[in-house]
Structures are given as structure tokens and as C-alpha cells.
């Protein structure tokens, strides 16, 4: 079965400082992979997609995550924090085989302090 | 902001009534999926329509059920609600199992 854990439901850091979000991932073939964000009172919104093509994969918003099958992790990094980033982050696994199903992690809240 | 729209916003509701929830999907897509996302967790699969079909289902009672209109929007109806039903409620859409873009939910609170 697929799933993805959340290492960490909390994470807070200072503004300007690097984000790392931990996500370890389960699956019995090359999996999709996924990071949205949800800020408060608002809808999902995708920030990158893994789909086997290259291992380091580009977001929105100076996000990018790394796609490790050593690991069977995906962590979601940023360089510097802005204030504009605190929200719930989300890292998802797709089940395929006819349709098209989001698995969805716990959820880590991210903090942004000044 | 995605194409996708749901209404209404807001819904209070009595334990052991019906509701019904509705999404327009993005232009162009024609699959439309329903997320059930309770207070602190991530959401979870309710089921997926394609051209009109529910086409995967997770793990909801049959008192969950859904539509989808030719024009590929949808309706979530939840009968004889219960408590544990209060969640946001949220629409998703992609064409066929591309990339799945959310709606802004709907917040059912059942007292």
C-alpha cells in the first residue's frame, strides 16, 4: 500500500533562515509525488510534482524537494523564509491504476517568526 | 487561484439531516474528486467521478454519495448526517489523471 509520513507536524524557524520539511514516502513501484500548501481559510495549492524525471524538482515560490529512493524520502526545502510561507504543508503520493487518487500526509505546520 | 469553485461556503447542519455540497470544475477538466478534511488532519479520499461515473471510492459509508453533470460539475450529498461528518469538504479537478487542482471547500458543521 502507499502512504507518505510527515516527520514533523510542527516546525518553526526565523525569517530568512532555510525550511526543511521531512516527508518519508511507502510504495511498491516508482511513485508520484507531491507538496501543496494550504493557508488558512483557503484551498490546496499545488507547490511541486515529482514523476521520475529528474530527482530534484523546482516549485513555486523558491520551493524545491528532492526525490531520494535510498531514502524513500521527499523533503521540501527553501533557502530563506518569508513570512509569507507559514501555512500547512502537505506531501502527497498519488495512487494510479484508473484513477486518479491523492494519498495525503498528516500535514506540518510551518511557522515563520521575524 | 485554481478554476475550481464549490458552494456554499458555510454550512450548518443537524445530525440525521441531509446535505448536499456542489463544485464546478476547472474548464476543460473532466474528472471531478471529493477530499474530506477534518479539524488537524490531511484530507482524505472520498471518491472520483469521470464522464459522469464514479470511478474509485475510499473508505466512506454508502450514506456519502456523489453526482457529476454532463458539464463534468459535481454534487457531494452526505445523508443522515453525524457529528463526525463536521469537516471541510473539498472538490478537486484534473483531466483524467493529470494534475489535480482544489476548489476552496466547503465547512460543514453538524451540531
Known amino acids: 500500500a502507499q502512504s507518505v509520513t510527515q516527520l514533523d507536524s510542527h516546525v518553526s524557524v526565523s525569517e530568512g533562515t532555510p525550511v526543511l520539511l521531512r516527508c518519508n514516502y511507502s510504495s511498491s513501484y516508482s511513485p508520484s509525488l507531491f507538496w501543496y500548501v494550504q493557508h488558512p481559510n483557503k484551498g490546496l495549492q499545488l507547490l511541486l510534482k515529482?514523476?521520475?524525471?529528474?530527482?530534484l524538482v523546482k516549485g513555486i515560490n523558491g520551493f524545491e524537494a528532492e526525490f531520494k529512493k535510498s531514502e524513500t524520502s521527499f523533503h521540501l526545502t527553501k533557502p530563506s523564509a518569508h513570512m509569507s510561507d507559514a501555512a500547512e504543508y502537505f506531501c502527497?503520493?498519488?495512487?494510479?491504476?484508473?484513477?486518479?487518487?491523492?494519498?495525503f500526509g498528516a500535514g506540518t505546520r510551518l511557522a515563520v517568526h521575524p | 487561484e485554481t478554476g475550481v469553485t464549490q458552494s456554499p461556503t458555510h454550512l450548518i447542519k443537524t445530525r440525521g439531516q441531509q446535505v448536499t455540497l456542489r463544485c464546478s470544475s476547472q474548464s476543460g477538466h473532466n474528472t471531478v474528486s471529493w477530499y474530506q478534511q477534518a479539524l488537524g488532519q490531511g484530507p482524505q479520499f472520498i471518491f472520483q467521478?469521470?464522464?459522469?461515473?464514479?470511478?474509485g471510492r475510499g473508505n466512506f459509508p454508502p450514506r456519502f454519495s456523489g453526482l457529476q453533470f454532463p458539464n463534468y460539475s459535481s454534487e457531494l450529498n452526505v445523508n443522515a448526517l453525524e457529528l463526525d461528518d463536521s469537516a471541510l469538504y473539498l472538490c478537486a479537478s484534473s483531466q483524467g489523471q493529470g494534475l489535480t487542482y482544489f476548489g476552496p471547500g466547503t465547512r460543514l458543521t453538524v451540531t
Open positions: 467521478y469521470y464522464r459522469e461515473e464514479e470511478n
Open positions: 502527497v503520493v498519488s495512487l494510479s491504476g484508473g484513477y486518479n487518487k491523492l494519498i
Open positions: 515529482y514523476t521520475s524525471a529528474a530527482t
